[in-house]
């Protein structure tokens, strides 16, 4: 059993930076695929980056360019790192981790989940 616990949300204004850190433990963390969602109200769950458990990032098309995925399997973290931010990015971000080598851009591909934390961008 992993657990997943998101943190460095919160709310700041259009333009500016922010950084996601997602901290795993109960598992191996290097054997997981792990990615970013996000959840806005009223809407499905979306993909915003995932990665591979040791190469490989990928993005939706809405963030390219400006989130940078990462991973350190020694402290067995995953971060997002945020810039030029949108009200279009105004969320609940969340962190998952999958059992596979690819990351996948579904909800249901991914096996263990965090509980979210909330990114809201100012105009």
């Known amino acids: 059993q992993v657990q997943l616990v998101e943190s460095g949300g919160g709310l700041v204004q259009a333009g500016d930076s922010l950084r996601l850190s997602c901290a795993a433990s109960?598992?191996?963390?290097?054997?997981?695929?792990m990615g970013w969602f996000r959840q806005a109200p009223g809407k499905d769950r979306d993909f915003v980056a995932g990665?591979?458990?040791?190469?490989?990032?990928y993005y939706a098309d809405s963030v390219k360019g400006r989130f940078t995925i990462s991973r350190d399997n020694a402290k067995n973290t995953v971060d997002l790192q945020m810039i030029r931010l949108i009200p279009e990015d105004t969320a609940v971000y969340y962190c998952?981790?999958?059992?596979?080598?690819?990351?996948?851009?579904?909800?249901?591909?991914?096996?263990?989940w965090g509980q979210g934390t909330q990114v809201t961008v100012s105009s």
């Open positions: 990665i591979g458990r040791s190469v490989g990032t």
């Open positions: 998952a981790a999958a059992r596979r080598v690819l990351p996948g851009s579904r909800p249901s591909e991914y096996n263990y």
């Open positions: 109960g598992g191996t963390f290097s054997t997981y695929a």
